[in-house]
């Protein structure tokens, strides 16, 4: 593999031989799409169900090779995405013969490992415990004895905590496409009476709109009362909205194997917001404001919590959870801002800031502000560029 040529594949071969590991099989979605450039598909549908396995991706250390392990309906996407080295598929279902999946994908696991020679290594293999598939397990444990299994996902999070250019050009993407959809939000809510699901349905609509192609949208749209107290996730329901509501949505895309994440709260029908609208809604902005702008080199996690914890009591409120957290080939990722993380923020991570405050189950009305802001060297900046809902 060329030097360069796949920086997030090289960064997680340094951070697993400061391990001692000298091979690596990584089995969870995000670590699999990180250092392979395949966008591992999220698991549902009936692809999910023809294969017996799921994609893998196995690196050697000292001399420096990968492989992606996919089950062959997703060969064609993974020869055109990926930057390793290798592909090797396994059968899933044929609808003209019968296949046996489950010893296909042990015997491409198998093949791969003899071939670089760990059938009697006393290598030591990186494993990542909660995604390993149990009939991977059993195959180590059997045929591959002389190996040393040890967790390589702390060698991984490492990896993945700065990011690459190619991965901030990523998010400055998925970013673009999380402001288009706080944009049409904010048409939508000019008018009240419309329902929650239509109004889901013309956002994802533009931003699928702008991408070009449907992609993975998690999140909520919540209006009402139901914006008082933290459900997530909580909507959209069948609920027509009125004036004065509150919409809050909390949205998040997954472009290219990368994610957005960013929240705004508004009130509905261009109703003036109430002091306690605005108290809530403010509160909120400002100690999402102050958390970015503790996001400098050198700073903790632990300082961003401080000054969203400050902005709130300002306003006489108190923050109901975390202040945010890293954002990359997962949505929610460490380190994160709350006040025991002591983590060094460094040039190159990627946020999402998220403080938020809600009355409880006796009121109304809650507000959620989130962007996205990335470290630079002089300080942070904000990839978010929609406007607050409320002012």
Known sequence: MPIGANQEWERAHVASAQAGIDAF????????TYVSGFEVPIPIGAGAEFAYGIPLAFCTVGDPHGWLVVPDGMAAQARSQSRLDEWVTFDT??????????????????????????GSSRAT????????????????????????????SPALLAARSIKTQREIDLLRRASHVADIGHRTLAHLVQEAGRNEFDMWAEITARMFEVVGHTVPVVGELVTGERT????????PHHRITQPGDAALMDISQRIDGYWSDCTNTHVIGRVPPTAAQRRYARAAQDACEAAMAALRPGARASDAWTAAERAF??????????????IGVTVNEAPRLVAYDETVIEVGMVFSVEP??????????????????LVTASGPEILSDFEWGVR
């Open 228 to 235: 008082c107290t933290v459900a997530y996730p909580n909507g």
């Open 25 to 32: 099989l990584l089995s969870s979605l995000a670590d699999v």
């Open 93 to 118: 279902f044929n609808h003209l013969q019968q296949t046996d999946s489950a010893e296909s994908f042990v015997g491409a696991i198998r093949s791969t490992l003899r071939g670089v020679g760990l």
């Open 356 to 373: 938020g405050v809600y009355q409880g189950a006796q009121g109304n009305f809650g507000a959620r502000a989130e962007k996205m802001v």
């Open 125 to 152: 293999l990186g494993i990542q415990a909660r995604t390993l598939p149990y009939a991977v397990a059993r195959l180590l444990q059997e045929e591959f004895p002389a190996l040393a299994l040890v967790e390589v």
């Open 313 to 326: 009591q300002s306003h006489g409120l108190e923050p109901a959870h975390y202040a945010g957290h890293q």
